[in-house]
């Protein structure tokens, strides 16, 4: 663990974190549960952050990843995937431009790797691509609290899903709603978050990790981890429908055959929300209908503990196995799963 997330892992134990066991990425939760307050803040330290900068860095990242980069705006965030050849997902990330770089989140487990491939692509582009993780802090907010707390630092709240403002305070960017709740992530130096954090949990319930990846299951929004990379086509997880692909932007790895998926009608695949009450639910985890018990017919892409003790997933699955019988983890008669609606539509098949 580098120092400076150490650090910050530490003053979160001060007040009142809960850690995970080493590489210690996740904080599990809060000793103060901050009953009855209305929203919750949460340390995002399972996310990483990489920079790229120099004037060729929009046109770079343009030509790897699914969404338009060369005409992403400051006051917006988008979210983008980065596929293999053959358009299968190594990772889904959220990106915005900063005054001297574009700025790609995700995983932080993944960062590195993800990085270092980008950076064989770099050849003599005038790009450079830094890892910024340990210099910023991430948290993520929701609730109607954290509209009314958050003009303290921004004088303006982004308004709209993936709009985004940014202050002296740092970048504040308008997320998915989840459970009916606006949510927010704001990205600043550890010193503002440190200054913060003792006034937003005066009114806001902290939150451990887990807490903010069950929002973005519930949200519809999924995650490319090490469970489940080059297993998706973007489609396949619902990644056009959330606005996490371009198809009018151009040459990209993989983009002959997500066009393909696209135009001419072959998906028979998409990711819907689901719970159990499995508790070895997991990403990566295969999943069958009892109408074909052979053959697995999905796999879970995320999953978190919900209420009530389930288990909230999201699933790629074959959307003919949908109405053609029970759905289960494992195998087909493992754990039932009971498919939810998801808060979008999605677009109606070719």
Known sequence: ???????????????????????????????????????????????????????????????????????????????????????????????????????????????????????????????????VSDSNVILGLAGRAAENILPEWFDALPAAPYAKTESRAGTLTRLADADGMPRYQWITVPETARQAWPRLTEVLRPAGTGAWRLLEIHAGIPQITQATLEQFVPQMINYEAIGGVNFKKGCYPGQEIVARSQYLGKLKRRMVLATTDAPEARAGMEVFSAADPEQPCGMVVNAEPGPAGRIDCLVEIKTAVLEEGSIHLGSATGPSLQVQALPYSLPEPA
């Not at 904080?27 to 919750?40: C, E, K, L, M, Q």
């Not at 120099?54 to 770079?60: L, T, V």
């Open 1 to 131: 663990m580098t120092e400076p997330l150490s650090t910050w892992l530490q003053f979160l134990s001060t007040q009142g974190a809960r850690l995970s066991e080493p590489p210690g990425l996740d904080v599990i939760g809060f000793s103060d549960t901050g009953a009855g307050h209305d929203g919750i803040v949460a340390p995002l330290t399972d996310l990483g952050l990489i920079a790229a900068s120099g004037e060729e860095a929009a046109r770079f990242l343009h030509g790897q990843l699914t969404n338009d980069v060369e005409h992403l705006d400051r006051s917006e965030a988008r979210l983008a995937g980065y596929c293999t050849a053959k358009g299968r997902l190594l990772a889904t990330m959220l990106m915005w431009k900063t005054a001297d770089a574009i700025m790609l989140q995700l995983p932080r487990p993944l960062q590195p790797a993800i990085q270092k491939r980008l950076q064989m692509y770099l050849l003599r582009a005038k790009a450079k691509l830094t890892d």
